[in-house]
């Protein structure tokens, strides 16, 4: 199956308290960037992977994002909402669109940014026939304090100043067959991190596919405003 015969889902529900006050009135997959809205970027991306039906969970300033995209029609997608009349955590909101899902999907988180190559990780999805694969990428940072090491005694007998960490971390973004979601219990607060512990603990077939594209999360007013630099940018100049 290849993503044309894919269906998205886009995690839409949050309330973006970090990013207040921009989002007392906007919702963040709607904060612009450059001259298109965040999730735009995103259904854009999933369309170009040959996405034709996305289903849009939302909640907080629902109508913001229902008015813009409508039925997706101008976006050559297919677009369906389910509302949620609070919010249930990433696995709780994915569990309310499971009427709508009977085959393998793309679930994605609408406040960041992708440029990978989809179908690769399609594939790899469908070579390992994992239930799920969650798509990582590699990521590197420097500890704010340094780490003094002791002895059992109290004795000094190291000092890391400001030491780097690097792994994998999650970007939001994941491959999944329906069956996934009979880990993830009806109406309740259920974050995305709980729901593959218990498919892992039950011995599923639970992947990481490490991408090496474009991955950009608009976490905070920090971010969101490098963010907005970066792509103001790529608009080039005005002459």
């Known amino acids: 199956m290849g993503p044309s015969n894919l269906k998205a889902v886009i995690l839409a529900g949050g309330l973006g308290t970090r990013l207040r006050p921009y989002t007392l009135f906007v919702p963040k997959p709607m904060l612009p960037l450059a001259e298109k809205p965040l999730l735009q970027y995103t259904i854009e991306w999933l369309r170009d992977h040959g996405v034709k039906e996305i289903v849009i969970s939302v909640s907080y300033l629902r109508k913001s994002i229902e008015d813009y995209f409508d039925d997706g029609r101008e976006y050559d997608v297919k677009i369906t909402y389910c509302r949620l009349a609070h919010p249930l955590g990433t696995a709780g909101q994915?569990?309310?669109t499971q009427k709508h899902l009977d085959s393998r999907f793309v679930c994605i988180y609408g406040d960041s940014v992708y440029n990978f190559d989809l179908s690769d990780t399609i594939s790899f999805h469908q070579k390992n026939r994992a239930l799920a694969t969650i798509v990582l990428k590699r990521y590197k940072t420097s500890m704010k304090y340094g780490f003094?090491?002791?002895?059992p005694n109290g004795e000094v007998k190291g000092w890391r100043e400001k030491p780097e960490m690097e792994g994998l971390i999650n970007i939001?973004?994941?491959?999944?067959?329906?069956?996934?979601?009979?880990?993830?219990?009806e109406k309740q607060m259920y974050g995305m991190d709980m729901a593959f512990k218990k498919a892992v603990?039950?011995?599923?077939?639970?992947?990481?596919?490490?991408?090496?594209g474009e991955f950009i999360d608009i976490?905070?007013?920090?971010?969101?405003?490098?963010?907005?630099?970066?792509?103001?940018?790529?608009?080039?100049?005005?002459?």
């Open 172 to 185: 939001g973004c994941y491959v999944m067959e329906p069956e996934f979601l009979n880990y993830i219990p």
């Open 94 to 96: 994915l569990k309310t």
């Open 219 to 239: 976490g905070d007013m920090e971010s969101y405003e490098e963010s907005n630099r970066l792509f103001t940018s790529r608009l080039g100049k005005v002459l």
């Open 148 to 151: 003094i090491d002791t002895g």
């Open 201 to 212: 603990e039950a011995g599923e077939r639970v992947y990481g596919y490490e991408t090496t």
